[in-house]
């Protein structure tokens, strides 16, 4: 099993920043990619970023330039460094961890409110 807890969400003003984090643990050999989704209310559930076990990221059109995902091996975390935060980026934002065997593995989720 596979077990994500994120930490890190919270209220902030327009052009604030925030960091999120996700703390993995668990079969964790199975899993060769990690990222984040985010859901607002009444809208589907977005991908914003990946990053695989080798390093390669890839990010939603909507956040280039502002956020940025990376992953600490050591602690085995992912980050998302979120900065120049709008009120669009307003959402649960739900860590994930994908093996290919086993499928998706997610977190709790964490809010993220801008504040205009």
């Known amino acids: 099993q596979v077990q994500l807890v994120e930490s890190g969400g919270g209220l902030v003003q327009a052009g604030g920043s925030l960091r999120l984090s996700c703390a993995v643990s668990?079969?964790?050999?199975?899993?060769?990619?990690m990222g984040w989704y985010r859901q607002a209310p009444g809208k589907q559930r977005e991908l914003v970023a990946t990053i695989t076990s080798s390093g390669y990221t890839n990010s939603a059109d909507s956040i280039k330039g502002r956020f940025t995902i990376s992953r600490d091996n050591a602690k085995n975390t992912v980050y998302l460094q979120m900065n120049s935060l709008k009120p669009d980026d307003t959402a649960v934002y739900y860590c994930?961890?994908?093996?290919?065997?086993?499928?998706?593995?997610w977190g709790q989720g964490t809010q993220v409110t801008v504040s205009s």
């Open positions: 668990g079969s964790i050999f199975s899993i060769n990619a």
């Open positions: 994930y961890g994908f093996a290919p065997t086993r499928g998706y593995y």
